[in-house]
């Protein structure tokens, strides 16, 4: 181990055992395999039954139950939109589309307009029926930024919305789009009552109000979200039997991990998001539970706020991003689950790229900063979420920064305090994370990098990039495509607007008894089929 990390890291130990807050387990090794998945056969057998209560402990503070103006879509929020909400269409865990209240999609000859045909005799939980005058008023809301401010920017190419009959819809696009199916598989596609949200207005967060296969039943914030069977739910499982199985889903928020496998552990909870490296072990060897590897990752970074001094000095931006030895860092932080990557990609993603101009160079490091003009070094306060593992991460950030001559103040923030601040550019340094893929790399580096985006909370702008982006939009080539979204890689960490830590993988974990579950591409649960088997 680094010792750097190690003496950080010790320090921590000593303070998590002073508070009492002692975790357990040996050293994680890798996951080999993903868990084997009942055959179907086996399925039939043992079930599935019906009828049980499913507790799940989430990860980040639900903020809108209204999809489009959610800003926590991974580990919480996402999972409550599929069990009350459905989408058009949606993207499976290996990124095919697949139908869900439209039955199909065509683009007209020149690119310009997409049609879909929806699914008939559906109702929303308040009764209203969905049809084409359903949708389209749903996708009206997208075309206005101040209705659907987090949603609004992956829809900037769609034109207008028409009804062709009852059961049809027609997008107009301002030109030819290779990323608006993508766009509609992900927040902004949910379909939401009109009639509820025009009766609730403002409280429409206490009554959300979809086609999906749960109803609403409470949301106390900050504590949990209830959902319950929809009884008329539409869709049927491969005997042509009713869904959900499920007649109630609690999502509990959790954010304390080592809370949360305690709550596994003693089958408070059924599954649970993010398994720190440090349990993996304990779930491994309890005979009731599973570790699954999630198809998601989590990335760590730093938003370096470039609409004020002293970040928006591009060499000190840059000194930043040599003073890590980021491979020690993953190493020793989530042992057995990090990795580095360069950029918002995964490595098993088709356009990924190992362009990174950064390594560990603590000398350059220091050179930049004189040059930058600090020759003496500099202050700056450090925001955080109080949350692990940002607990641990933060204080090895700080050592790193320190060796180069930049003293952190660490700000542990509650995590909707931290967003406002983060929203209005009220930080110097803040510790960032995002859980990839997105349903596609256009939709993340649009929300995350783009100049307009809702969560380029760096305030980072570069022209180059964000026509870069706008071309990638319009290109149907998949080797056009690869080569646009490396070079927008490549702008982006010349231009020091991103800095990356490292990476860690997604593990969940599960008691046994729990049986279909099955997840998003982004990683998000689909409990639609999930059923226990006691």
């Not at 990335?299 to 040599?322: C, G, H, S």
């Not at 490595?347 to 930058?372: H, Q, V, W």
């Amino acid at each position: 181990m680094n010792k750097k990390i190690q003496i950080v890291l010790s320090v921590l130990l000593v303070l998590f055992l002073a508070t009492g807050l002692v975790f357990a387990g040996g050293k994680p090794e890798p996951e080999k395999e993903m868990p084997e998945k009942e055959t179907m056969v086996e399925k039939a057998a043992m079930g599935p039954k019906r009828g049980q209560s499913l507790v799940t402990g989430v990860m980040v503070k639900i903020t809108s139950l209204d999809p489009p103006n959610g800003n926590a879509y991974g580990g919480g929020e996402g999972d409550v939109y599929l069990a009350i909400y459905n989408r058009l269409l949606r993207k499976d865990e290996q990124g095919q589309f697949v139908p869900e209240l439209a039955t199909s999609w065509d683009f007209s000859q020149d690119g310009k307009q997409l049609t879909f045909k929806l699914r008939q005799g559906i109702n929303f939980h308040d009764g209203t029926p969905f049809n084409a005058e359903a949708a389209k008023w749903n996708l009206d809301r997208l075309l206005d930024p101040k209705d659907a401010t987090q949603a609004y920017q992956f829809f900037t190419d769609l034109q207008s919305i028409e009804v062709v009959d009852p059961y049809t819809v027609r997008l107009t696009l301002k030109g030819p789009s290779s990323v608006i199916m993508d766009a509609l598989a992900y927040k902004g596609g949910f379909m939401l009552s009109p009639t509820a949200f025009k009766t609730y207005g403002e409280d429409y967060n206490q009554h959300p109000t979809g086609t999906g296969p749960f109803k609403f039943v409470e949301w106390i914030p900050g504590n949990r979200c209830v959902v319950a069977r929809n009884e008329n739910y539409w869709e049927k499982d491969e005997n042509g039997e009713p869904l959900p199985y499920l007649e109630r889903i609690t999502f509990r928020q959790i954010t304390d991990d080592s809370v949360r496998i305690v709550e596994l552990q003693t089958g408070n909870a059924h599954m649970v998001v993010r398994v720190p490296a440090e349990s993996m072990d304990i779930v491994r060897q309890d005979p009731n539970l599973e570790l699954v590897k999630s198809p998601t990752a989590t990335t760590y970074r730093l938003y370096l706020n470039m609409r004020r001094p002293p970040f928006n000095n591009f060499k000190l931006r840059q000194a930043i991003n040599y003073a890590f030895d980021r491979e020690a860092m993953a190493e020793s932080i989530v042992p057995g689950q990090g990795s580095v990557n360069p950029f918002l990609i995964l490595p098993d993603e088709r356009y990924y790229s190992t362009y990174n101009p950064y390594n560990y160079d603590p000398a350059k490091a220091k050179k930049l900063l004189a040059e930058a003009g600090y020759p003496n070094g500099l202050d700056v306060e450090f925001m955080m979420i109080a949350r692990e593992p940002d607990v641990t991460i933060a204080p090895v950030v700080q050592s790193y920064l320190q060796d180069i001559g930049i003293n952190t103040e660490i700000l542990p923030l509650d995590r909707l305090i931290y967003v406002d601040k983060a929203k209005n550019g009220d930080f110097d340094m803040s510790m960032a994370q995002i859980t990839l893929p997105l349903p596609s790399i256009y939709l993340t580096m649009t929300q995350q990098i783009h100049s307009k985006g809702p969560i380029n909370r760096a305030a980072w702008n570069n022209p180059e990039f964000d026509a870069t982006l706008e071309e990638l939009a319009m290109t149907f080539d998949i080797a056009k495509q690869d080569e646009l979204i490396k070079k927008a890689q490549k702008i982006c960490l010349d231009d020091a607007g991103q800095t990356f830590l490292f990476t860690r993988d997604g593990y969940d974990g599960r008691r046994k008894a729990v049986k279909g579950v099955e997840y998003q591409q982004e990683g998000l649960w689909l409990l639609t089929k999930a059923w226990i088997d006691e």
